[in-house]
C-alpha cells in the first residue's frame, strides 16, 4: 500500500471504485493511423486483424470511489506489452497468436473528467492523461449516451444500445480478466495493474452511433475512420474496480 497527497487529502493504492456505470463502443481502425496517434508514448498497437488495430470509446459515471463522484470518457487502444519482442509475421491469424503469445495492454489515450479531485489525483498518481471537460452522461433509459464537449467544443456525442444479457467471469467471482492499463504523462509511460467486478452486462454486435464535432480529438478520431459501424458495444450497470501503483515501463 502507498500513499498520496491530493489537494490536502491522503490517497492510498489500492484506490477503490465501489459502484459505477459503465458503457463502451469498440471500432476496427487503420493501424497505420493508431501507431501515428500513439507515436509519442513508443508503444505499438496489436494488429488484431491484419492492418487493423482496437479503439475503444468509453464512457463512466463514478457514483462511489475514493476520488469522489464524477463522469469521464476514454480513448483507448489495444496495444502490446512493452517487453512482448517483435510482432509475428503478419497473416490472417497473426494477430490471435500475437494476443495468445505476447499479451495485450490498455493504452489510455484520453481520459476527460469533470471534476478537478479526480483530474488531480489520475495526473499525480498514475499519470493517467485527464482534462478538464463537460461530460454530459444519460443513462436513464435503454439507450446510454455520452455528449463531450471540450473547451467550448464539441468533441463527441456517442449513444450505445445495450443488447443481450452475459454474465462474466463466474469461476473467478465476476471478476473480468483484463488487461493491464497503460498511460504516458510528461515524458513517461506506466503500468497500472487494475481488477474490475461487474454486473449487470448486456453486449452486442454493433450497437452504437456516433456524431463527431469540430475539436482536435474529434479530428483525430476521424483520421482513425471514425464514424463507422462499431465492431461491439456492451454496457454494464454495476461495476466495482481496484487500480493499484503504477510501474514504469
Not at 481520459?111 to 492523461?129: H, K, M, Y
Not at 471514425?226 to 454495476?238: D, I, K, S, V, Y
Amino acid at each position: 500500500m502507498a500513499s498520496h497527497v491530493v489537494q490536502g487529502r491522503r490517497v492510498e493504492t489500492p484506490v477503490e471504485v465501489r459502484d459505477a456505470s459503465v458503457c463502451l463502443a469498440a471500432y476496427l481502425v487503420r493501424a497505420d493511423a493508431a501507431r501515428a496517434v500513439l507515436a509519442y508514448s513508443r508503444m505499438d498497437v496489436t494488429e488484431v486483424l491484419p492492418g487493423k488495430a482496437l479503439c475503444s470509446l468509453v464512457f463512466v459515471r463514478y457514483r462511489d470511489s475514493d476520488l469522489g463522484s464524477y463522469n469521464e470518457f476514454g480513448v483507448t487502444f489495444l496495444v502490446r506489452p512493452a517487453d512482448a519482442g517483435p510482432p509475428p509475421r503478419r497473416g490472417p491469424l497473426a494477430g490471435l497468436k500475437d494476443l495468445r503469445g505476447a499479451g495485450s495492454g490498455a493504452f489510455v489515450h484520453w481520459l476527460p473528467v469533470d471534476q478537478a479531485f479526480t483530474l488531480e489525483a489520475g495526473r499525480s498518481i498514475w499519470g493517467f492523461p485527464k482534462e478538464l471537460a463537460d461530460v454530459d452522461l444519460r443513462l436513464g433509459s435503454p439507450y446510454k449516451r455520452c455528449l463531450l464537449r471540450r473547451d467550448g467544443r464539441m468533441v463527441v456525442d456517442l449513444l450505445v444500445r445495450p443488447g443481450i444479457a452475459a454474465t462474466p467471469a463466474p469461476l473467478l467471482g465476476g471478476v473480468l480478466p483484463l488487461p493491464d492499463a497503460y498511460a504516458h504523462l510528461d515524458g513517461v509511460t506506466r503500468r497500472i495493474p487494475w481488477t474490475v467486478r461487474a454486473r449487470g452486462i448486456r453486449w452486442r454486435p454493433g450497437g452504437a452511433l456516433i456524431r463527431l464535432g469540430n475539436h482536435p480529438i474529434a479530428k483525430e478520431l476521424s483520421e482513425l475512420g471514425l464514424p463507422r459501424r462499431a465492431l461491439m458495444t456492451a454496457a454494464a450497470e454495476h461495476v466495482s474496480m481496484a487500480f493499484e501503483e503504477p510501474g514504469p515501463v
